[in-house]
Structures are given as C-alpha cells and as structure tokens.
C-alpha cells in the first residue's frame, strides 16, 4: 500500500476542523485519509503548552525538518544487523559491498538493510567519538575527502607498442588472461611492489620488489606470472615508466603480449590503479617496504582476491577466474 506526506493544505484543515472539535474520523473522511493518520499526525504535533492549539503555520515547517532528518540511527536498535556490519568492516570490506551482500545473505528481511551511505555516517560518528572503525576504510579517512584527478606521463620506452594498437576484446572483458600492470610504492629508497591485475576477474597476484630498477621487475613479474596458466596470459597493459623498459623479456618468457598506455591517462589502466588503491589500504603511502615480508604481502594479496566486489556482482575476484575460467583452460 503506497503511503503519502500529509500536505501543507492538509495541515491546514486538520487545524481548523481540529479547533472545531471535528472527530477524527470526519475530518478523515473530509481529507480521503485513514483516521489513524491524522491520529498519529496530532499525536507527533503535541503542543508545548496546554494554551497552544494544532496550527498549520508552525507543525508544516516542523514536518519539513522531520522529513529532511537522517534516521539511520535507528538502525542501531538492530543488534543482528549492527554485528554484521562491524563484522564485514572489521575484513576490510568497503560499505557498499557490505551494503549490496546484505541483500543477498538477507534477500527476505527488510530489516536487513542499509545503505553505503549510512555506513560511512556510522564510521564517522564512530571516529569523531573516539572510534577505530574507519581504519577499515581502504583510505583510512575518518572525514570525506574530494578526490583529486592525477596522470602517469613518462618518456616513450623504445619498441612500445600503443594500447591504440591492442585487440579490440581486451576492452570488452569477454575474454580471461588480459592484464594489466604497475607498482606501488613506499618510503624512498626501501622497494615497491609490483601489481597484476586480471580484467575481467580483478584477480591481483604481486610481488616484493628490493627496488624499482627494471631488471627486477621484470623477472619477479615472470615469477608471478608462471603461476598462471598459459591460456589466462594474453595481453598485459602497462605504463610508461622506465621499470617496464625490459618488457621483451617479459613477453619472451611469459607469451603476453605488452601494451603502454597513453601519457596522463591513468583511467585507460583503470582496473589496475583501483587494485593498487585497494593494496594501499593494508601499506599507506610512506610504507618501509623493507619491513614488509612476502608473507605479509600474501596476506594482503589473499584478502582482496577472496574479497566480494560490485563490478563482479558481489562475487571474489579468486570465484571467478578460477571456477568460471575452468571452460577456458579446456578448450
């Protein structure tokens, strides 16, 4: 049954049929509304002084306010919906995948449910009380920050070859075993670590790098990539940087064919740069790669890949290269 506002018009004639002394039901009837509504409506409008009536100049604009207030607070009461919540934050989920996998675990409880929005208003109430829960968030905010636009122009590497030139299915992500690659960095001088992410998938695998030299890259992303079976390894999409410059090797020793995006326009590796966003969550920028074990990065690495996401239909990047990829690998 659909429900609508009391008007301003409305409000108007419960005030002067209310001081008539009408019944509830007349003046209902008189409105084309249930008796309860105007019950509940007199009710949540009790005057402050037993002197002042019901009248529609002042119980309009506070039915404005009303209407305008955020009620998720009410949430609250829902212990059951309160713990998953915490739950999820605490493995590192982001509010919307909490908010879109409620509805799935949850798919006939109205109870049940709350927006990504309401969310991150939870996390930062949380942190201005003192709270911890917003160390959770991939950017570790305990406010909303504008985000900023960046590029990655670099020097043109000699013997690239321009996206312009990839096959078309790359952009379609009909197909497993396209690529793309890039590193994240620490605190100077103490190593990087170096990002592949699938596209269809969003499956990372990543490596310690002691430096940023392109030697190492090169052959730490060969030892990644071994772990990939052929036929999930078409294409790999890099950027310009000087630490891809030994990428014939690469395709040599792994059979992808490498591909460099245009200067300044980071969005054309677009599923890459989100990955390396999401990494920075477990090592903010400033991290002391020396202190970071390959054990740590596993973990890190492991937790994203098992992690439900939206563009997959809350589903982990590890469910779907690896069970709906097995028809690939057969053929």
């Not at 570790?140 to 636009?149: A, E, G, I, M, N």
């Not at 790359?170 to 497993?176: A, G, K, Y």
Request: glycine share 4%; with cysteine.
């Amino acid at each position: 049954m659909s429900y609508t506002h009391l008007t301003e018009q409305e409000r108007y004639v419960i005030s002067h049929l209310h001081i008539a002394e009408f019944s509830l039901r007349d003046i209902a009837r008189r409105l084309n509304r249930h008796h309860t509504t105007i019950s509940r409506e007199l009710k949540r409008q009790d005057p402050l002084y037993d002197e002042t009536v019901y009248w529609y100049t002042w119980t309009q604009p506070e039915a404005l306010k009303r209407r305008h207030k955020s009620r998720h607070h009410r949430r609250h009461n829902n212990r059951r919906l309160v713990n998953y919540v915490n739950k999820k934050l605490k493995l590192d989920w982001s509010p919307e995948t909490i908010s879109g996998k409620l509805k799935i675990d949850y798919p006939s409880n109205d109870a049940m449910r709350l927006s990504h929005e309401s969310i991150y208003r939870w996390l930062y109430l949380d942190a201005q009380e003192g709270g911890t829960l917003y160390k959770h968030l991939r950017r570790r905010r305990k406010k909303r920050h504008k985000q900023k636009q960046y590029g990655t122009g670099r020097r043109f590497i000699p013997g690239r070859v321009s996206i312009s030139e990839r096959p078309s299915v790359v952009e379609t992500r009909q197909r497993f075993g396209d690529w793309e690659g890039d590193t994240v960095e620490g605190a100077k001088a103490t190593g990087c670590v170096a990002t592949h992410v699938e596209r269809k998938s969003r499956y990372l695998i990543a490596s310690k790098l002691d430096n940023k030299k392109a030697r190492s890259l090169s052959a730490e992303s060969i030892k990644a990539f071994y772990l990939i079976p052929k036929k999930l390894r078409h294409t790999l999409t890099v950027d310009n940087g000087k630490e891809f410059s030994q990428f014939k090797e690469i395709e040599n020793k792994t059979g992808l064919t490498v591909y460099f995006a245009d200067p300044y326009s980071a969005w054309q590796r677009g599923t890459n740069e989100n990955t390396n966003g999401l990494l920075r969550q477990y090592f903010p920028k400033g991290t002391n790669f020396k202190t970071v074990s390959k054990e740590n990065l596993a973990i890190a690495v492991k937790k994203l890949n098992h992690r439900p996401r939206k563009c997959l239909h809350y589903r982990s990047p590890h469910e779907v290269l690896w069970k709906d990829s097995r028809g690939a690998l057969t053929t």
